[in-house]
């Protein structure tokens, strides 16, 4: 919706009176009505929160028609229902389009004037009094927005029979077109500031999330790592990491059922669970279980994260790992010059717990071998027709790739899948970590 300012909505006022009837007998418009429109445009063209302009319109409104009262409806879109916003109630009235006088109004979008409500029956089956007095006649009017969308019902209330006259039924309309664009600007400017704190609260937890991420790749002689996280949103349900714990690299990358901050949340979670359960001194096969059996009876039914886990030792060049539904693995063979891809070892974290679990699985990295996590998002991404970049598109950007360090081979990766994706779009989260052991390292 565009911002609108007071003298827009001068000109759809005055607009709005250029297609309504002149006062019977004249074709000029009254100095007193003039005035009481002009009060009006001045006092609604300044935004304020809803509650308070609302309470204005019908003022304002008391004023120009000359009511004892007034009774303002908004419409619920979702509902489809009207909703009576002023007078405010502990249980606000509820009305369908076309029960009472209120609903027809909306159904028909016609305003109706009931010059004695003791003797109309439609009244009389919803009748409406307020406290102070009991009505006896009824000004209906409804609330069209600007783009011919039903935002709601005006109703005056006299407690004359008669009470209102060709000149109210001149200036009802008129009130309800000013109403209409402050009841839409006050709309614009609640969204514009919902999504603007939605922001700050985005920004904060991104921030948070990249925090978890390592800063710098640890060093570790003999080998070359990088770590590399792209969300599909301001936050994803993917994480890393590469940490030394005790002379031995820990590596993660988990990969939470969903995007935003839900997944996120459940990621981070994992991976706090884990680094604290190692720096208690947990080995990698009682982690697992633990993480495991504290996720399941944390994460809903229909929650799970996938993670690959293991540590890398540097000396003896040998990975243990376990791969909880994460997969595939790659391991690139240098000196055969051969692609082998690890199946998980077990079900994702979280669907059930475990009493005991599997050893872990060790793969021996040989001098130029290559252990690559890759998330979903890169195997999965699809091109306009549904093809997915695949192992085979993984595979041979490794291979032909091998000898650039990882942070360029990551990179290369990537670029690769959104080439390959023809513009489709990033679809999942994109996470890597890629380890190499140098050529020329011995096997000590």
Same mark, same amino acid.
């Given at each position: ?48 929160? !809803? ?50 006088? %209120? ?68 200036? $009802? ?86 995007? $935003? ?14 680094? %604290? ?13 633990? %993480? ?25 060049? +040998? ?55 890759? /998330?979903?998002?890169?195997?999965? @991404?699809?091109?306009?027709?549904? +093809?997915? @970049? $695949? ?14 360090? !990882? ?6 990766? %990537?670029?690769?899948?959104?080439? @390959? ?22 096997? /000590?």
């Amino acid at each position: 919706m565009r911002h609108v300012t007071p003298r827009g909505l001068a000109f759809a006022i005055l607009a709005r009176m250029n297609e309504l009837p002149t006062i019977p007998g004249t074709e000029e418009i009254s100095r007193e009505s003039l005035m009481r429109i002009l009060e009006i445009m001045h006092r609604l063209a300044s935004p304020e929160a !809803m509650p308070e302009l609302l309470r204005e319109i019908v003022e304002v409104g008391k004023v120009a028609i000359v009511a004892e009262a007034g009774v303002l409806w908004l419409y619920d879109n979702d509902a489809e229902q009207l909703v009576m916003v002023t007078p405010p109630q502990d249980e606000p009235r509820r009305r369908a389009l076309g029960d009472g006088w %209120v609903g027809v109004c909306a159904r028909d979008r016609a305003l109706s004037n009931i010059r004695e409500c003791r003797e109309d029956d439609c009244f009389q089956a919803d009748p409406l009094h307020l406290p102070e007095f009991e009505t006896r006649s009824l000004f209906n009017v409804p609330i069209i927005g600007q783009d011919d969308t039903l935002l709601g019902v005006m109703q005056w209330l006299g407690a004359r029979p008669g009470q209102f006259d060709h000149h109210d039924e001149w200036v $009802g309309p008129a009130l309800a077109a000013q109403a209409a664009v402050a009841i839409q600007h006050a709309y614009m400017t609640d969204e514009l500031l919902a999504n603007a704190i939605l922001e700050r609260e985005v920004a904060v937890a991104r921030e948070i999330q990249l925090s978890t991420l390592p800063r710098v790749m640890p060093e570790v002689p003999g080998y070359d790592l990088h770590g590399y996280f792209l969300p599909t949103a301001h936050t994803g349900g993917d994480l890393y990491d590469l940490v030394m714990l005790d002379g031995q690299l820990f590596m993660l990358l988990g990969d939470a059922t969903g995007h $935003g901050f839900g997944p996120a949340l459940s990621a981070t979670q994992m991976q706090a669970m884990m680094r %604290v359960a190692f720096r208690l001194g947990a080995g990698l096969d009682d982690a697992y279980r633990q %993480v495991n059996n504290q996720m399941a009876e944390d994460l809903p039914d229909d929650r799970f994260i996938t993670a690959f886990m293991g540590f890398l030792d540097p000396d003896a060049h +040998e990975v243990r790992f376990h791969s909880a539904g994460q997969g595939p693995i790659l391991h690139y063979h240098a000196a055969e010059d051969r692609l082998e891809w690890h199946k998980p070892t077990s079900f994702p974290l979280g669907v059930m717990e475990l009493d005991g679990s599997d050893p872990a699985r060790r793969v021996a990295l040989a001098p130029g071998d290559i252990l690559a996590l890759i /998330s979903d998002g890169v195997y999965e @991404f699809a091109n306009p027709a549904g +093809e997915q @970049f $695949g192992e085979s598109g993984v595979g041979e950007v490794i291979r032909a790739n091998r000898h650039r360090p !990882m942070a360029d081979l990551g990179k290369t990766l %990537v670029d690769a899948a959104f080439t @390959f994706g023809e513009g489709g779009g990033q679809a999942d989260d994109i996470t890597l970590v890629m380890v190499r052991r140098q050529p020329g390292t011995d096997a /000590s």
